[in-house]
């Protein structure tokens, strides 16, 4: 007998659906030629399903920012989860899955973070419009830290939430560096981030 599907989950997939197309069509055309209608028809729904669910294209935008850094920082605390310290052998496989992150993606994900900055710098309406949601996603992402620490036994000897804001500010600049000017920069950058992590003794 097939599963019969809860409101809340049958949401949920259109959802996931609807960043999966929005992430597509925003890496294809970037994030100021993307229209809703070409999400839309990339999920195979109408536009009405998207306002079901993101009240705009910079809302839309901003929840496919907040599952890519789910992801990425699920990654390093992946690897991390198996270390009881971090030196030089932990420090190359997180560099190495960023750097496999980034070719997965990662690259237009960052040309993306930058062109959506542009575009709010530029807009000050917009700016003002979504800057609690962008309040929100680092935000979400410090929770994430947090939670992802506490599964590690670590702490940080920083604040979360500046923790999350340095990684927003700094990892699209790291990608499109690295990329751009053939430079790895992933590894004292890494450095760096796992300075202010401490794991349990």
């Given at each position: 007998m097939a599963e019969r599907w809860t409101r809340e989950r049958r949401l949920e997939h259109t959802r996931s659906l609807l960043l999966d197309a929005a992430e597509a069509v925003f890496g294809e055309k970037g994030f100021t030629a993307a229209?809703?209608?070409?999400?839309?028809y990339a999920a195979g729904y109408t536009k009405g399903?998207?306002?079901?669910?993101?009240?705009?294209?910079?809302?839309?935008?901003?929840?496919?920012?907040?599952?890519y850094?789910?992801?990425?920082?699920?990654?390093f605390a992946e690897v991390m989860s198996s270390a009881s310290r971090v030196g030089?052998?932990?420090?190359?496989?997180?560099?190495e899955r960023w750097r496999q992150l980034s070719?997965?993606?990662g690259a237009q994900q960052a040309a993306l973070g930058l062109e959506f900055t542009l575009y709010l710098h530029r807009n000050p309406d917009a700016r003002d419009r979504?800057?609690?949601?962008?309040?929100?996603?680092?935000?979400?992402?410090?929770?994430f830290i947090v939670e992802s620490m506490d599964k590690l036994g670590a702490t940080l000897s920083i604040p979360p939430l500046l923790f999350a804001e340095t990684l927003v500010?700094?990892?699209?600049?790291?990608i499109l560096g690295s990329q751009l000017d053939g430079i790895d920069l992933y590894r004292p950058v890494i450095e760096?981030?796992?300075?202010?992590?401490?794991?349990?003794?």
């Open positions: 229209t809703l209608d070409d999400i839309a399903a998207i306002y079901k669910h993101f009240s705009t294209k910079e809302d839309l935008f901003l929840a496919v920012s907040d599952r850094w789910r992801r990425y920082f699920d990654s030089a052998h932990e420090l190359d496989q997180i560099a070719l997965d993606r979504v800057a609690a949601k962008r309040s929100e996603v680092v935000t979400k992402l410090a929770d500010a700094t990892s699209d600049s790291v760096m981030y796992t300075s202010v992590i401490k794991l349990p003794d």
